[in-house]
């Protein structure tokens, strides 16, 4: 890494960098507008934003107006230093920046209370920064966009304009970052969803999605899919209820910890909650009958409607919503089981993700500071989830102190066909809950004992998946998942009975097919069945009426020329039944 400390490949190198960005970027937003009041402008994932406090709305007219700014303060190679004061001096030099004043006051009083100067701007900061802005590339910077933001996250507060920006050590590497950008615009799944009539979004229920007749078709698709790999891997299916009393939330220790994500009732005078999560549910089924080590493990999944509360503005499509699908199991096993089960996780993982094209990488995430139970016992699950997956050759990355309340977990972050990640899949090792809901097994030696469980998300939430594998896909779904398969376009009026027919053969084999019997060009037809991305069409006129062949043409890969009907629907039902991901034919 030594060789790479001053570049991109250096993680922190990079942080470094796009924070230095932030700040040049106030400086230039108070050289221009000195009235305008800082919040705070950490890096982020992907470049940098800054929260503003101003008198009037940024536009894009002013974005290109900092920009030109930056470059000019880059151009002066600004020395940055840094220095401390104690609190009432630091309140004095932050006088007119209420938001930063705010925020030194919040500090602890054995603080030490560090800023970064550079030239005439001076910012609260715990750093660090580059030494000089002479350090950035002036051509390879660009400010992305401007949205709203509440101070610290609080609807309540103040609102202010969060400009964000992105930086780069060289001009194509800025290039190709925008290309991606907008590649992804393209690919947004709530542009998608809406042209492909997959689902839609109301004012009367924000953060709730309604899916379409389509989109039906395709989260039923997937979640047939999901049943039969399960069926597969040893699992039994179950459902529970969406609200339960609030005495089961205060017992599973969730109540603590999600109370302000939770929607509540009374009912007959009693407190209950909608469930955020299926867990307490899953320790209520399992604990509705006796069980004996030779049960065990024992896999149960659930597909359980959850509901979860969300600042209106966090929400974003399928991404963030408010009520979604989550593939939930929850595994108990005794404790020499536990790897065995970890390792069958993982290859369920493989499997699906594979189906998809979808690469990953994991995450092993440790006990936190508000845990529940002994840190002995932590330590050694942490030790069997590590133990797992390197006996299974696969390379992972620690999160320290990132875990559930109640155990360790890996994480599983899987890459799309832009290159950019999304956490779907989770396995937490749990000691605790068995506990807390006094969960019991039949040992070999006719004892009691407490079963180990397993909490595991693959998908995570179904709707945000299908907004993944959308973006994925552009919204070219593989011919499997897509909601419709084939579409049948006569030429001519007269070959409208032909194209009914094939379409009726194509439908008793299962095959999700349409018919466009309109009378437009066949031209028209063709494009508008491309735009809605359907994988086949089938153009017929007289010849192919009086042969029994039909023409075809694929969204990929274009004219495919003239086939007999049992030619291509064989190679149709083969790449179906194969779920292969790009059109082979």
Same mark, same amino acid.
């Given at each position: 890494?030594?060789?790479?400390?001053?570049?991109?490949?250096?993680?922190?190198?990079?942080?470094?960098?796009?924070?230095?960005?932030?700040?040049?970027?106030?400086?230039?937003?108070? @050289?221009?507008?000195?009235?305008?009041?800082?919040?705070?402008?950490?890096?982020?994932?992907?470049?940098?934003?800054?929260?503003? !406090?101003?008198?009037?709305?940024?536009?894009?007219?002013?974005?290109?107006?900092?920009?030109?700014?930056?470059?000019?303060?880059?151009? #002066?190679?600004?020395?940055?230093?840094? $220095?401390?004061?104690? @609190?009432?001096?630091?309140?004095?030099?932050?006088?007119?920046?209420?938001?930063?004043?705010? &925020?030194?006051?919040?500090?602890?009083?054995?603080?030490? *209370?560090? $800023?970064?100067?550079?030239?005439?701007?001076?910012?609260?900061?715990?750093?660090?920064?580059?030494?000089?802005?002479?350090?950035?590339?002036?051509?390879?910077?660009?400010?992305?966009?401007?949205?709203?933001?509440?101070?610290?996250?609080?609807?309540?507060?103040?609102?202010?304009?969060?400009?964000?920006?992105?930086?780069?050590?060289?001009?194509?590497?800025?290039?190709?970052?925008?290309?991606?950008? #907008?590649?992804?615009?393209?690919?947004?799944?709530?542009?998608?969803?809406?042209?492909?009539?997959?689902?839609?979004?109301?004012?009367?229920?924000?953060?709730?999605?309604?899916?379409?007749?389509?989109?039906?078709?395709?989260?039923? +698709?997937? &979640? #047939?899919?999901?049943?039969?790999?399960?069926?597969?891997?040893?699992?039994?299916?179950?459902?529970?209820?969406?609200?339960?009393?609030?005495?089961?939330?205060?017992?599973?220790?969730?109540?603590?910890?999600?109370?302000?994500?939770?929607?509540? +009732?009374?009912?007959?005078?009693?407190? !209950?909650?909608?469930?955020?999560?299926?867990?307490?549910?899953?320790?209520?089924?399992?604990?509705?009958?006796?069980?004996?080590?030779?049960?065990?493990?024992?896999?149960?999944?659930?597909?359980?409607?959850?509901?979860?509360?969300?600042?209106?503005?966090?929400?974003?499509?399928?991404?963030?919503?408010?009520?979604?699908?989550?593939?939930?199991?929850?595994?108990?096993?005794?404790?020499?089981?536990?790897?065995?089960?970890?390792?069958?996780?993982?290859?369920?993982?493989?499997?699906?993700?594979?189906?998809?094209?979808?690469? !990953?990488?994991?995450?092993?995430? +440790?006990?936190? #500071?508000?845990?529940?139970?002994?840190?002995?016992?932590?330590?050694?699950?942490?030790?069997?989830?590590?133990?797992?997956?390197?006996?299974?050759?696969?390379?992972?990355?620690?999160?320290?102190?990132?875990?559930?309340?109640?155990?360790?977990? &890996?994480?599983?972050?899987?890459?799309?066909?832009?290159?950019?990640?999304?956490?779907?899949?989770?396995?937490?090792?749990?000691?605790?809950?068995?506990?807390?809901?006094?969960?019991?097994?039949?040992?070999?030696?006719?004892?009691?004992?407490?079963?180990?469980?397993?909490?595991?998300?693959?998908?995570?939430?179904?709707?945000?998946? *299908?907004?993944?594998?959308?973006?994925? $896909?552009?919204?070219?779904?593989?011919?499997?998942?897509?909601?419709?398969?084939?579409?049948?376009?006569? *030429?001519?009026?007269?070959?409208?009975?032909?194209?009914?027919?094939?379409?009726?053969?194509?439908?008793?084999?299962?095959?999700?097919?349409?018919?466009?019997?309109?009378?437009?060009?066949?031209? !028209?037809?063709?494009?508008?069945?491309?735009?809605?991305? *359907?994988?086949?069409?089938?153009?017929?006129?007289?010849?192919?009426?009086?042969?029994?062949?039909?023409?075809?043409?694929?969204?990929?890969?274009?004219?495919?020329?003239?086939?007999?009907?049992?030619?291509?629907?064989?190679?149709?039902?083969?790449?179906?039944?194969?779920?292969?991901?790009?059109?082979?034919?």
């Amino acid at each position: 890494m030594e060789d790479n400390k001053y570049t991109f490949e250096n993680p922190e190198y990079k942080k470094t960098y796009w924070h230095t960005c932030s700040h040049v970027m106030a400086q230039a937003v108070k @050289r221009l507008w000195p009235e305008v009041k800082l919040a705070i402008g950490p890096a982020i994932d992907e470049g940098w934003y800054y929260d503003l !406090y101003a008198p009037f709305a940024f536009t894009p007219e002013h974005l290109e107006k900092i920009e030109d700014e930056m470059r000019k303060i880059i151009k #002066e190679k600004l020395k940055l230093e840094r $220095f401390e004061l104690p @609190r009432d001096e630091a309140l004095k030099l932050m006088a007119d920046e209420p938001f930063k004043v705010e &925020l030194i006051n919040d500090l602890p009083e054995d603080a030490h *209370i560090s $800023f970064y100067r550079q030239g005439e701007f001076t910012d609260l900061c715990a750093g660090p920064h580059l030494d000089s802005t002479g350090r950035i590339k002036a051509n390879a910077l660009k400010l992305l966009s401007c949205n709203a933001a509440y101070w610290r996250g609080d609807s309540n507060r103040e609102t202010l304009q969060r400009i964000y920006g992105i930086a780069f050590p060289k001009k194509e590497e800025l290039d190709a970052y925008l290309e991606r950008i #907008e590649e992804a615009k393209r690919r947004d799944h709530r542009k998608l969803g809406r042209e492909l009539g997959l689902f839609m979004m109301a004012e009367e229920g924000p953060g709730f999605p309604f899916f379409l007749p389509k989109g039906m078709v395709l989260k039923n +698709t997937l &979640l #047939e899919y999901w049943r039969e790999c399960h069926k597969r891997y040893g699992y039994v299916e179950i459902s529970t209820p969406i609200i339960l009393n609030q005495e089961l939330w205060h017992r599973s220790g969730h109540w603590d910890h999600y109370k302000d994500n939770m929607y509540t +009732t009374v009912i007959d005078g009693e407190d !209950y909650a909608v469930k955020p999560m299926n867990c307490p549910g899953g320790m209520l089924v399992y604990k509705n009958e006796p069980h004996s080590y030779r049960d065990l493990p024992l896999r149960m999944a659930e597909l359980g409607i959850v509901h979860r509360h969300e600042l209106s503005g966090a929400l974003h499509g399928l991404f963030r919503v408010r009520c979604f699908t989550q593939d939930d199991a929850h595994i108990f096993m005794t404790p020499d089981q536990m790897k065995d089960e970890i390792k069958n996780v993982v290859r369920l993982f493989d499997e699906i993700y594979s189906t998809f094209g979808l690469s !990953y990488k994991i995450e092993l995430s +440790t006990m936190p #500071e508000d845990h529940m139970g002994d840190e002995e016992v932590w330590h050694f699950a942490e030790k069997t989830l590590q133990e797992a997956i390197t006996e299974m050759g696969k390379e992972f990355a620690i999160n320290e102190g990132d875990g559930a309340f109640y155990g360790p977990k &890996l994480d599983f972050h899987l890459a799309d066909s832009l290159g950019r990640t999304w956490q779907c899949g989770t396995i937490q090792l749990d000691f605790q809950m068995p506990e807390r809901f006094e969960l019991e097994y039949v040992g070999e030696d006719g004892a009691k004992h407490r079963p180990v469980m397993i909490h595991r998300a693959l998908l995570g939430s179904i709707e945000r998946f *299908i907004g993944v594998i959308t973006e994925h $896909f552009a919204g070219a779904f593989p011919t499997w998942l897509t909601p419709v398969q084939v579409k049948v376009m006569p *030429i001519t009026d007269r070959a409208n009975d032909y194209a009914v027919s094939v379409a009726e053969k194509l439908e008793a084999m299962g095959v999700r097919v349409e018919t466009d019997l309109r009378n437009e060009k066949i031209g !028209y037809k063709i494009r508008e069945a491309q735009s809605m991305k *359907i994988p086949y069409m089938l153009v017929v006129g007289d010849k192919e009426a009086a042969d029994g062949t039909v023409s075809v043409r694929a969204r990929s890969g274009g004219d495919k020329g003239v086939m007999s009907f049992d030619d291509f629907a064989g190679k149709l039902m083969g790449e179906i039944e194969r779920r292969d991901i790009d059109l082979s034919m």
